[in-house]
Each structure stands twice: as C-alpha cells, then as structure tokens.
C-alpha cells in the first residue's frame, strides 16, 4: 500500500515529492481512479522494490517504485494530501542538489528534507522550465503543475535515465520508466500497440533503437536534454533544453591539464559517493574503472568494495587484470568466474529488455550487477571515458581513411581475394579491414558505415515485401537518423576525430550504452553512476586538442596520464580487450540449437516479417564458417522479444 504524506515546502506551496528510481503515470479524461497506475507500477518493481508512492486527482495520476538511497526516512513522501501546486516523479539523482538547496534557501525556500527530490522540486517552483538546465546527474523527472495545468517531462541532456511516452488516442498521455508499464496501460483501454518496423530496422543496422523512437508505434522516448508538456488545452509541445557542448579551444601546459583532468574526475567521483546505502565499484581493470577506482578510494571513509566477473574463455576475461589493479590499490575485491551458460543467459536478457537489444555485452553487464547487487545498492563505473576522453581507435582511424579515400579505389581488385584467402580464425578481422578500405563519400558515411553490422542493401534482402513497403513510408530509416544527427552537430566545429566523439555521445551512448546499463543495473535493483560523465568532466573531455585525446600512439592519452599517478602504467598499458562474449562460437555451438529454433521454426516464418530463405543462408553461412553472428544475433534478440513482449511466452 502506498505511504501518503504531507508535505508543505514552503509558505505557499504544497509539493509532492517521490524519488527513485521507476516511475509511471497517466493524464487525460479518463484518469484519476481505478487500478491502472498501480498495475503499472508493479511492472516496475525491479526499479524501486523499496516504497510504492502514488498521486492522484481528477485527470491526473503520478506513481513511483523508490530505490531509497538518500534521505532514506526523509525522502519518502509519495503525496502531499491537500491542494498542491505541483506534484512530482522523480527517477535518478541531483548530484548538486546541496548547492542548489544553499542557493534557494537564499531566496527565502524552505525545505522539510534533505532529498535530492525535494530540491529538484522546489527548483521548478522557483526557475521554472529553466530549472532543468540546472541539474547535474541523471534523471527523468515528470511533474504536474495545477496553476498551468500541464504535465511536464524532462530528461538529462546525456539521457542517462529512460522516459517514454504514449499519446493517446482520446486525448490525454501514458508515460514510464520502461516501455513494459505504458504497455500495461495502453491494454487497459484496449488501445493496443503496433510493432514498429523502423525501430527493428534500426536494431539490424545498428543494434539497438534509436531515440526518440520505440519499438511500439505509439510510444516515444523523451529525448535526452529536452523536455516534453501535456497541456489540457494546447495538446504536445516539445522543447530542447540541452544540446551537445563542444569548445575545442583549450590549451595549455601538459602538466597543468593532467592536473585538472584528475581534480575534476576526483570531485566528480566524491559527488557520487553521496548515498546512505552500501557504495561500491564494478571494475574490469581498463583505464576508465581503474581512474575512478583509485580516486574513489582517495575519497572514501571505508575500503572500497569492487566487483568483477570473468569467463573461462581467456580471450574474453579481464578478470586478471581487474584483480590486479585491486590488489594495488587495496580494495575489498569480490570476483566471480562464470561457467557458459548461454541459453539461460539469452532468456535473461529476453526478461530484462522490453526492447530489442542487440548489444551482447549486455550479458556480462547483467552479470556483475546482479554480483555487485548482493552487496551493493550504488556502484561507480568508468562508462563514458572512451567517449569524452578519446579512446575508441575508430576516432583517429576514420579520418585517416577518409583522407585516403582516391587511393582506397585503387585496392579494390584486391579486396574479395583479400578475405576469401585469409585463414579461418583471422577471416572476420580481414572482412571487416576489407570493408573499411571501401572508398566513401564523405566522413559521415565512412562513421555510418563503422557503426552499422548492416547496411541498407543487406536489410532489404531480410525484410518480406510487406514489410519493405512499410518501411518504405517511414522519414526516419536508420540512415536517415544518422545523417540527421550528423548535420545537427555540424556547427560545433571541430576536427573529424572531434565530431566522431560528438556523433557517438548523441547516438551510441545513448541508444546503446546507457541503455545497457541502466537495464542491466535496474533490473537487479542496483543504480550505476558515471563520474567520467559528469558535466565539468565531459566539457573537459570534450574539449581537449587531439593531441592530447591522440597522441604517439595511444588513444585516450591524457587520461593514461591521470592513470599513471595514480597505479604503475603496466596495470594500464594494454590493447583494449572490451567486454564481450563469443556469441560466434555460441551459435555454432551451444546455441545453435535454440538460434535455429528461434529463426526458422514455424513460429518465426508465420510471423511474416522476415523472408526465411534469407535468414536460413545466413545461418548455413555462419554454420559452415563465415560469421554472420553480428545480423544472426540481432534476429535472434528481435525474435525473443517478440515472443516475449508480444506473444507472452
């Protein structure tokens, strides 16, 4: 049963507040009683199995699941039981909400509380829709303001934390953490949700949905940095409050720029450690972890606990490594070697993501967290720093190419013969390098070709003729979202390696690595904090010369050099490993039993959305050795969530 408080944050004012970390809720005709809010929210459970708190009102109702970190006592109070103004959901954490809190108790605020949901509040209350531009954290936030009456979303400008959306069709808006609740209420007024073909276009060509889109026709995601209103006269209107920031000015001594990178991560990462709850790290012992690591145990009243997995398969376990660099800097080190078990990994995954999800690096991601969550309710990890730092080899390699583009024609005769000669075990690197010497029009196309595991050409063979001419109608294909993307961040400037860090932190990390982590996190009721995405840090990050994200070499150059103070370099100076699985030999292996039975049995060809004499070549080639497990697995993932989330099996 929901705990209901009142809550009166100042002399005029009367506020509800709940925190996180799942949140639902409905406006419209039709809302304001009945179960429908609380059916929602017990799919949400995994999210916050903490507290229950709901608002309701006549054409209004707000719920939460909290997962309690701070204020645990104090920061309760779901509903205020009289005349509010305004009333809030809140999924996420304010990591400056005490110098917000100072600010606003200048101006005459009062607080009841000492909650990150509180301040987020009263900010609204005070700044209005520029309040949101305040904020920095993670968070998805959804309030009802009485005097305007008009349902307000906003989500943060990185989109750390999920928000989606259904207008519906009498008038009025659904909206969730997970696409799981607002389906629960779409069912609820026999509204049904439709597939939407252009989303599982996207996770074929990229591996994942793209924002703002959803796999269901009716639903949307809030985009990152912007915000969303529902008002009972004027309908939808959507506002961008935050775009990409880029400088590329800074300059200065080595030394110096060393020196602030680790002052701004070291606060970044204290800011994190703000929890009443068991705090710890999840460290696979690269460059990111092990940075944050170090000077989360420079900052932190206790021993650090770190949590790490690893796999049998030696060429996909860091294990070691991870184990090493906590010896040094003298953590508590719980780690967990893991047997396969791919097929009870795959039905994991099925429950976890309502969405199709086609990262397999989800599957260790699931894994440490639900390690970790045995211990922890908060960890810290070094998700971003490939991003803002430079370390993805692809930034400096792309324009390389790019500018050798005239002389790339000149390979072509040597291409085919170049991978049908090359030995078995090296035949995908040499596929893939033979790929990357096509000549391409422009550097956007070479990124867009680097980022896809599958054209346009290689989709239309896949997709029946129905369902082509569906996607025929669609304005957003994938490459048509990419070149979108592409040419909003054009005026920031910067060199080509710039622009490709730009590019991935309005796509990739969004639509792939945030949603990897904050599913793989939530759904075992353990919250990730990113420092190396920290607003001072990214800015930083973001802003450097390429000789200093690129340089004799390395990738991620600075940053190596913040991580040399802090551990010996040989903990650190190593080829990037990733965190993967080897989903290539699963399918020739342990899962090509349940990869032919997902792809060719009865039930996927009745379904009509993929020609079967396509999908059964692509299982004879990977079988017979070429690997096409990158498309195989995107297949795969769409079919188990289609029987999952569609068929209900």
């Known amino acids: 049963m929901a705990r209901r408080t009142e809550v009166p944050l100042s002399a005029t004012t009367a506020w509800k507040l709940t925190t996180l970390c799942g949140i639902a809720g409905r406006v419209g005709r039709d809302c304001g009683s009945g179960p ?78 000492d909650s990150d949901s509180e301040v987020a509040a009263v900010s609204y209350q005070a700044w209005g829709d520029r309040a949101f531009e305040r904020f920095e954290g993670m968070f998805a936030i959804a309030l009802w303001d009485e005097s305007k009456k008009k349902l307000v979303l906003a989500r943060d400008e990185l989109g750390k934390k999920p928000l989606l959306y259904r207008r519906k069709t009498g008038g009025g808006l659904d909206f969730a953490s997970e696409v799981r609740a607002i389906k629960v209420a779409a069912m609820s007024t026999d509204e049904p949700l439709s597939v939407n073909f252009t989303a599982l276009d996207h996770v074929l060509a990229f591996g994942y949905v793209g924002t703002p889109g959803s796999v269901f026709a009716e639903v949307e995601q809030v985009a990152p940095g912007t915000l969303i209103e529902w008002s009972v006269e004027g309908g939808i209107r959507e506002f961008t409050w935050a775009r990409p920031r880029a400088k590329w000015h800074l300059v200065g001594d080595e030394n110096d720029l060393v020196n602030e990178c680790q002052d701004l991560i070291h606060n970044a990462v204290e800011r994190r450690l703000i929890s009443e709850r068991p705090v710890g790290a999840l460290l696979s012992g690269g460059i990111d972890s092990t940075v944050v690591t170090a000077l989360m145990a420079r900052s932190h009243s206790k021993q650090v606990s770190t949590f790490s997995i690893g796999f049998e398969d030696p060429a996909y376990d860091e294990s070691s490594h991870a184990r090493a660099v906590a010896n040094f800097i003298g953590t508590d080190h719980h780690e967990l070697v893991v047997k396969p078990e791919p097929q009870r990994w795959m039905e994991m995954l099925g429950d976890a993501f309502d969405e199709p999800f086609a990262d397999s690096s989800a599957i260790p991601t699931l894994l440490v967290s639900e390690f970790a969550a045995h211990s922890l309710v908060v960890a810290l990890t070094g998700d971003g720093g490939d991003e803002v730092f430079g370390g993805y080899r692809r930034y400096s390699a792309v324009p390389v190419l790019q500018n050798l583009n005239a002389l790339l024609s000149l390979a072509a005769p040597f291409r085919r013969p170049l991978v049908e000669f090359a030995p078995r075990g090296r035949r995908r690197r040499i596929a893939r390098l033979s790929e990357e010497l096509r000549p391409a029009r422009n550097l956007m196309a070479r990124y867009l070709r680097v980022m896809s595991q599958a054209d346009a050409e290689t989709r239309s063979q896949l997709w029946t003729r129905e369902v082509s001419e569906l996607l025929s109608q669609s304005q957003k294909s994938p490459e048509t979202w990419f070149r979108e993307k ?120 009745n379904r009509g959305w993929f020609r079967p004499e396509i999908v059964a070549s692509l299982v004879s080639d990977h079988e017979s050795g070429m690997d096409r497990d990158d498309l ?12 999952r989330w569609l068929d209900g099996t």
């Open 632 to 643: 195989l697995w995107s297949l795969m993932m769409i079919e188990i969530w289609a029987r």
């Open 486 to 605: 592409w040419n909003l961040l054009q005026n920031l400037g910067g060199s080509p390696s710039e622009q490709l860090a730009a590019m991935d932190l309005v796509t990739y990390l969004p639509g792939d690595l945030l949603v990897k982590a904050d599913i793989s996190s939530m759904t075992n009721s353990l919250e990730l904090r990113s420092p190396l995405l920290d607003r001072a840090v990214l800015d930083f990050g973001l802003s450097l010369p390429r000789s200093l994200r690129h340089s004799r070499g390395q990738d991620k150059y600075l940053l190596r050099k913040v991580a040399a103070r802090l551990v010996p370099s040989y903990l650190v100076d190593r080829p990037k490993m990733g965190f993967g699985v080897p989903k290539s030999t699963w399918l020739r292996g342990p899962l090509n039993g349940l990869m032919r039975d997902l792809l060719l049995d009865p039930v996927a060809r």
């Open 36 to 113: 429908v809010l609380g059916e929602m929210l017990n799919t949400l459970i995994h999210r916050g199995p903490d507290s229950l708190g709901e608002f309701k009102m006549p054409g209004v109702e707000l719920g939460m699941r909290r997962l309690a970190i701070v204020d645990v006592v104090g920061g309760e109070q779901p509903v205020a039981l009289s005349g509010p103004d305004v009333a809030m959901v809140f999924n996420g954490e304010i990591f400056n909400f005490r110098e917000l809190r100072a600010e606003l108790q200048a101006h005459g605020f009062t607080f009841s509380t």
